[in-house]
């Protein structure tokens, strides 16, 4: 409320700080009315007289344009894990939990435990896993055996041809044995208990069982994921999608925060419910600063036909006169009205597109009291 007050009076202010000056304004532009008369008032339109100390009274200040970069677009966007390092963590056999390692947000690295899942499935894999051992034990103590007394010419080569076949299956059954127990998990501390493992390093987001819960197969228990980078989600109407290519930066902005993304993926077609170009931005997130989930705002810099010569000013910088974007542009004795053509605009920023150089100094805030000042000075020159 302080400011929008402060906003509303800087104008009074300035016309009482410019009546206060007494005659030295008066003195200024009083010779120009009666030498130049009505042709050089026209001259001077969209002129406005201020001295330095008006100026600093009105609080303007003055800057000069940012050349560079094709424009900004502003748009909501969402955080989101990275599809590649995220990992569900289900139960390849049916049990019962009768342990949890881990709880939300903590982390895991990749082949600890963290489930414990009992059940009698798990005993017989773990019990075909002992004999398919004791067998090749024993396959392969009746090849040595045979190897031996074929080379002592005791056994035929036919019976050594079986002992190695023999030894040959067993070891393929025992490694059989061994790839089921490891898809099922390892471990466990019984013969008949399994502990589920987490397939990559992370954080867990996400837990959906509780212990002594009796699970089926393929039953989702964990969901971990490595937040050391996280996506960027957002949508792009067509028109815009053309002016933004992978490598592109994405600011992204929400709470007190702001990091900057890049633009790793542009879809090629549009969302069907949507209609929009689903576009997704890679954002470091090794200080764990942002959240899946979490809505922010994105500024994402556009690729335009005006490459880097882009020419950018504040958007405090453009006011419109009679419907006309204008500038305000810095001159010897004040300021100078000057119409143009704006590009883009997004937030704080905005392209201008023609009437500008971008080696002017231009009133860059309070440019409002400018435009009242302007305002008045034609209803003025309607009098006469």
């Keep these: 409320m302080l400011e929008k007050t402060r906003a509303a009076l800087l104008p009074l202010t300035l016309a009482l700080f410019l009546a206060s000056c007494g005659g030295e304004a008066s003195n200024e532009t009083v010779p120009a009315h009666e030498e130049g008369g009505a042709g050089e008032e026209h001259a001077d339109e969209g002129q406005i007289v201020l001295t330095e100390d008006q100026i600093a009274a009105a609080a303007i200040q003055i800057g000069r344009p940012t050349i560079g970069g094709s424009g900004m677009l502003e748009l ?9 390092a995220t990992q569900v963590v289900s139960a390849a056999i049916g049990g019962r939990i009768v342990a949890l390692t881990r709880n939300l947000g903590q982390s895991i690295g990749r082949g600890q435990t963290l489930a414990i899942i009992e059940s009698r499935e798990a005993a017989m894999l773990k019990g075909e896993v002992e004999a398919s051992r004791a067998r090749l034990a024993l396959a392969s103590s009746n090849l040595a055996r045979e190897q031996r007394l074929f080379a002592q010419r005791v056994s035929p080569e036919q019976d050594l041809i079986a002992a190695r076949t023999a030894a040959t299956e067993a070891r393929i059954a025992y490694n059989q044995a061994g790839s089921q127990m490891s898809a099922a998990g390892g471990g466990g501390g019984g013969m008949n208990r399994l502990g589920i493992v987490a397939p990559v390093s992370g954080q867990v987001i996400s837990r959906n069982v509780v212990l002594g819960q009796t699970v089926a197969a393929d039953t989702e228990l964990y969901r971990v994921a490595n937040l050391a980078s996280v996506s960027l989600s957002l949508n792009l109407q067509p028109a815009d999608a053309g002016r933004v290519k992978p490598g592109n930066s994405v600011t992204v902005m929400a709470a007190g925060r702001q990091a900057t993304a890049r633009v790793s993926f542009v879809s090629p077609v549009l969302d069907a ?6 576009v997704i931005a890679t954002l470091d997130n090794r200080d764990s600063q942002w959240r899946v989930g979490e809505p922010v705002t994105a500024s994402v810099q556009l690729s335009g036909s005006g490459g880097d010569r882009a020419i950018r000013v504040p958007a405090t910088a453009v006011q419109t006169v009679e419907g006309k974007p204008m500038v305000f542009v810095r001159t010897a004795k004040g300021f100078q009205a000057t119409p143009v053509t704006l590009g883009d605009k997004s937030g704080d920023t905005a392209i201008i597109a023609t009437g500008l150089k971008g080696s002017e100094q231009i009133a860059t805030t309070n440019s409002f009291t400018l435009k009242a000042e302007l305002g ?3 209803a003025t020159h309607e009098d006469h």
Aim: glycine share 12%.
């Design 76 to 84: 909501p966007a969402t955080i989101e894990g990275d599809p590649q």
């Design 273 to 278: 419910r949507t209609r929009l170009v689903p």
């Design 376 to 378: 008045k000075g034609e």
